[in-house]
């Protein structure tokens, strides 16, 4: 079952879906890490209006940069009336702005033996990206 998200963004013809042999979930292929990254937060900002405080566990490295941008982007500029509408038109309302400090977040690895506290282990990145990036409560992070 498709979100609403995921709906609009097939519908709008930019992106398909697809089902591999053997596998029970979907797949949507975009055409761009930005187009994924942008794809992925209005996915994430409309989980995070039903689910006010889910549990996360979110990517580090490279490979989330655009999500994180545009995760940011949104809720720093929800009452905007531009980030409204581009929140309207992929599928999620604007009307009910996501408290994302209900989260509880679980850091799922880290490079061993370097210290957290060194700027490219997990522990630093969930920090600066997610903690401090997400506004989302230390008290309730598993790190």
């Not at 498709?2 to 979930?25: D, F, M, N």
């Not at 600066?128 to 992070?141: E, H």
Request: charged residues 25%; negative net charge.
């Amino acid at each position: 079952m498709l979100s609403r998200v995921e709906e609009i963004a097939l519908a709008r013809g930019v992106q398909k879906k697809i089902t591999l042999s053997g596998e029970k979930i979907g797949v949507i292929v975009v055409d761009s890490f930005p187009a994924l990254g942008t794809l992925a937060a209005l996915r994430f900002l409309e989980w995070l209006q039903e689910n006010p405080e889910g549990v996360i566990s979110l990517p580090t490295g490279k490979s989330p940069q655009y999500f994180i941008r545009e995760v940011t982007r949104f809720i720093a500029g929800w009452r905007e009336k531009s980030i409204q509408r581009e929140l309207a038109e992929g599928g999620v309302d604007y009307n009910c702005q996501p408290d994302q400090r209900g989260l509880h977040f679980v850091q799922i690895d880290e490079f061993y033996p370097i210290s957290p506290e060194q700027h490219n282990s997990f522990y630093y990145y969930v920090n600066r990206y997610y903690l401090k990036g997400f506004d989302l409560d230390p008290a309730k992070a598993l790190l």
